[in-house]
């Protein structure tokens, strides 16, 4: 409870209460306002406390996620170096592929030259392809 207290916190805290008190005298001022006879501060009237209970959702929400961040910093246990999994590293690997028979079929073959060479350009875009129909 105590990182809540920080200056930083302090001014959060500040903060939220006025947007609250705001919203709720804005929403008693729309009130007003709707006794009087203006219709579309009805709407207002409840739209301002809604808007404050969203702002103590959000605050709350908060809270408990510094708090149970907090908590979960203090209980987590200290790996020993030694017995720390190693890193996972990957990279491409180009694999040969079978040759597919694709002389009957010209868009095919085209499009065979196509993915070609986008697998030996792996930086490059589409729209660089050499070939006009496919850009």
């Known amino acids: 409870m105590r ?3 920080t200056p ?3 001014a959060g ?34 739209e301002w406390p809604i808007f404050a209970i969203f702002v103590v959702v959000i605050w709350v929400r908060e809270i408990r996620l510094t708090l149970r ?20 590293i990957t990279r491409r690997v180009n694999q040969p592929t079978a040759a597919v ?6 868009q095919l073959a085209e499009y065979n030259r196509y993915l070609a060479w986008l697998n030996e350009n792996p930086e490059a875009r589409p729209s660089d392809y050499p070939a006009k129909e496919y850009r």
């Open 13 to 46: 805290h500040a903060l939220a209460l006025l947007a609250v008190v705001t919203c709720l005298a804005l929403g008693w001022w729309q009130a007003g306002r709707a006794a009087e006879g203006n219709t579309l501060s009805w709407a207002y009237t409840f």
């Open 3 to 5: 990182r809540l207290l």
């Open 8 to 10: 930083g916190w302090l």
């Open 101 to 106: 028979d694709d002389s009957g079929d010209p």
């Open 69 to 88: 961040k907090g908590r979960a910093e203090s209980t987590a246990p200290t790996v020993d170096p030694v017995d720390r999994p190693r890193p996972v």
